[in-house]
């Protein structure tokens, strides 16, 4: 009985280990075959899973988005947290309305720039911020529905 014992063990850990061992293959393949925009190679799981979503291209990184507030550029930056069950309802309403609207809105993943939060002052996600020659104009956080967004849009002078 206790032979059975140690031998079920012994093959629960061996399969655990080589299932870890799978995930971490597959999401290194993940990375390394996709357009990693986040220029470093430990991400979150969530951010993982979306490196080929369409709703979350077009991502800035915090430096970047310094550079061009430092120079005084206006840009429309959606910060957005990909565990947010808010941002994963708000996205996909998003990011096609501002295509429609011909507005290039720049997404930053606060999950994986945590300093994001503290510089940017974001209380929560979902937060859709204008800068308006390098400084904060209009912002709009939480969930929202098409209509709101097209409004904070309109009412800002974004849509072309």
Not at 47 to 72: A, F, R, W
Request: aromatic share 10%; hydrophobic share 35%.
């Amino acid at each position: 009985m206790k032979k059975k014992m140690i031998i079920f063990t012994v093959v629960l850990v061996v399969l655990f280990a080589g299932l870890y061992f799978v995930v971490q293959y597959k999401n290194n393949q993940a990375i390394d075959d996709s357009e990693n925009p986040y220029g470093k190679t430990d991400l979150h799981q969530a951010t993982i899973d979306q490196l080929e979503d369409p709703n979350y291209q077009n991502q800035i990184l915090p430096d970047e988005l310094s550079k061009k507030l430092d120079n005084g550029e206006s840009l429309t930056v959606y910060f957005y947290d990909p565990t947010c069950p808010h941002c994963r309802r708000t996205t996909p309403i998003l990011v096609p309305l501002a295509e429609e609207l011909g507005i290039d809105v720049k997404k930053l993943n606060v999950l994986e720039f945590q300093d994001a939060w503290n510089t940017y002052a974001i209380e929560g996600t979902p937060t859709l911020i204008h800068f308006e020659n390098g400084k904060e104009s209009a912002r709009i956080s939480g969930g929202k529905t098409e209509e709101q967004l097209r409004t904070f849009f309109e009412e800002n002078g974004l849509s072309k």
